[in-house]
């Protein structure tokens, strides 16, 4: 058994939202998770499934993914921590579970597919993976 990551998955349910380069989004809704990244051809935006519903925030969005839920692992982990992403990175693919990464300044977050959020928590918890038929993906 490998060691517990400690994850805490949050029971919001979120969206990734493409937007075009350029789009300022509006003022974030107060507690919940909001990640903005702004890159030289698009704005992405992790957030809460609901806040795209209003016109503000959906308005510009060229493409919405819904499904997703967060994983967080408490920091702080000090900037001199090699090696964390890859041990949760190895884990998640030895249990086919695909995943993105983000990173606040103290804490690091992952996002599965909502199905796949209870499997993530148990192996980076430290549980073996059920074994996998090939060509399968749970």
């Known amino acids: 058994m490998s060691a517990d990551l400690h994850p805490q998955l949050d029971p919001t349910h979120l969206a990734v939202v493409r937007c075009p380069s350029g789009w300022q989004p509006p003022a974030f ?5 909001v990640a903005v990244v702004a890159g030289e051809h698009e704005v992405t935006v992790v957030g809460p499934e609901g806040i795209f519903d209003d016109t503000a925030w959906s308005g510009a969005a060229e493409q ?3 499904g997703w839920r967060r994983i967080t692992f ?6 001199e921590l090699v090696g964390f992403l890859a041990d949760v990175a190895t884990r998640l693919a ?3 579970i695909p995943f993105t990464s983000m990173s606040g300044f103290t804490t690091d977050h992952v996002l599965v597919r909502a199905a796949q959020a209870d499997l993530a928590v148990a192996v980076l918890s430290g549980e ?3 074994p996998q038929r090939p060509g399968t993906n749970p």
């Open 29 to 33: 809704p107060p507690d919940a998770f």
């Open 64 to 66: 919405i993914d819904p």
């Open 74 to 79: 408490a920091g702080p982990l000090p900037w």
């Open 94 to 96: 030895g249990a086919q």
């Open 128 to 130: 073996q993976p059920p």
